[in-house]
Structures are given as C-alpha cells and as structure tokens.
C-alpha cells in the first residue's frame, strides 16, 4: 500500500504541470456547450468507466447545481455495441457512433491508459474527419493516441492502477474548470 501510495503522490506532482491545459479545455468545452454542442468520450474497461464518470458528472452535476450539459460515453448503449461489433468489428465500435452523433464543433475526449487502444484511436480519427475536436487522457507518452489527437494529457506513472486513478483526478479537474468558465456557483 505504501508503494502504491508513493506511486501516486508522484504521479500527481508530474501531472500537476497538466492543470493550465485542463483549465483551457474546460473554458473551450463551455463555449461548446454554450454553442448547442456536446462531448463524447469513449475508452475501453476502467477507462470505459472514465468516461462514463465524466459524462455522468455532466448530464448530472459535479459540485453545484446547473443545467444538464450534452454528454455521451459511448460504450454505454449495449445494443448498439453489439451490432456495431458483429457487423463491422471491435475496432469500429465508437468509429461509428462518433460518426452518427459527432457534430463539427463537439468534443470527443479518448482515455486510455496504454494510448495504443485501435478503437479508441478509430474514433479519434472518425471525430476529425467530421470536425469534431479531439482530446485525450493516456498513459506514459509517446503513445500513438496522444500522437493523434488535437491534445493530450499523458500520465507518466508505473502502473495502469495509478494513470487511471490520475484520468479520474483530471476528469474531475476538467469538470471544476468547466463548471468555472461556466459561472457556476454555489
């Protein structure tokens, strides 16, 4: 537990360099919001759960009360995942529903811990093909993720356990910066 612990108060101090660029994306998602626009995100098993943490922070609320914000964590709609994947492949999986809910303007956040998930950097590439802004959160850079998208923050840690427990850190700070160029108060 110790060594975990020691993991993960370093990890943070290098990630802490990442809150001016959180800050950015959060005032650049609320004129997406403001605008009629929405976020997708999408990543496979924790950071599936990422995702779905993020968009549920948003259609909900995360510190205050305020207007349901449009967010879609991709993975979450079984029916269409499993026709997605019989019919086209796992690699197609968010590739798809991108294309069918992203529009130009939208946001589509990756998470991934390894940033080498095909069918996240699929989705990637679907997103800005339709002119949707791309953002990832991954693990240790280089990764082929982070290489693709419009933006990324990189946790440089020793373990899958800690990068996704700084994915969540992030996606909270991303909320709290969102929730300030917003105005939203207590």
């Given at each position: ?6 993991a993960l108060?370093?990890?943070?101090r290098?990630t802490?360099e990442?809150?001016?660029k ?11 919001f ?10 496979n098993?924790?950071?599936?759960a ?18 349901p ?17 019989n ?11 991108v294309q069918?809910h ?10 991934s ?7 996240v ?7 800005q ?20 998208c ?8 020793p ?7 700084m994915h969540?850190?992030l ?10 160029a ?5």
């Amino acid at each position: 537990m110790e060594d975990h612990l020691a993991a993960l108060a370093e990890a943070a101090r290098r990630t802490r360099e990442s809150a001016p660029k959180i800050t950015a994306w959060g005032r650049h998602l609320a004129g997406v919001f403001e605008a009629g626009g929405r976020l997708l995100a999408c990543g496979n098993g924790g950071s599936a759960a990422e995702a779905q943490h993020l968009t549920g922070e948003l259609v909900g609320r995360f510190r205050h009360e305020r207007r349901p914000l449009s967010a879609i964590a991709l993975h979450a709609d079984t029916s269409a995942i499993t026709a997605i994947v019989n019919d086209y492949g796992d690699h197609e999986v968010f590739a798809r529903q991108v294309q069918a809910h992203g529009r130009p303007g939208d946001v589509l956040v990756c998470l991934s811990t390894s940033g080498g998930s095909q069918n996240v950097a699929a989705a990637a590439k679907a997103a800005q093909e339709l002119g949707v802004t791309t953002w990832a959160l991954t693990g240790p850079a280089p990764n082929p993720l982070a290489a693709l998208c419009d933006d990324a923050v990189t946790v440089e840690a020793p373990t899958v356990a800690t990068v996704q427990e700084m994915h969540l850190v992030l996606v909270h700070g991303l909320c709290a910066a969102l929730d300030d160029a917003l105005g939203v108060t207590a």
